[in-house]
């Protein structure tokens, strides 16, 4: 079994930071494939972030130049610097690991981006 749980978010003023953290747990022998999505109210989820056990990385448009994921000094932690938040930034933030054959979630972490 793999635990993730997610800590950072809350309640910003539109231009502010956030950084959110995800610490995986459980039968992990290794480094893993992480990600972070979100999902707004009556919005599909959608991803925000990725990072291969390699390091690579892949954001979404929208998050491009803004958001940062990287992995922390633990191997299956990884966090979300997310600077110029916007309204539209404002969803349940969910990390998600793969260990073949399936993606572990969390419970998700409320941002909520507003004057």
């Known amino acids: 079994q793999v635990q993730l749980v997610e800590s950072g978010g809350g309640l910003v003023q539109p231009g502010g930071s956030l950084r959110l953290s995800c610490t995986a747990s459980?039968?992990?022998?290794?480094?893993?494939?992480m990600g972070w999505y979100r999902q707004a109210p009556g919005k599909q989820r959608e991803m925000v972030a990725t990072i291969s056990t390699g390091g690579i990385t892949n954001y979404a448009t929208s998050a491009k130049g803004r958001f940062t994921i990287s992995r922390a000094n633990a191997k299956n932690t990884v966090e979300l610097q997310m600077n110029s938040l916007n309204p539209e930034d404002t969803a349940v933030y969910y990390c998600?690991?793969?260990?073949?054959?399936?993606?572990?979630w969390g419970q998700g972490t409320q941002v909520t981006v507003s004057s």
């Open positions: 998600n690991l793969l260990l073949t054959p399936r993606y572990y």
């Open positions: 459980g039968s992990i022998s290794s480094i893993r494939p």
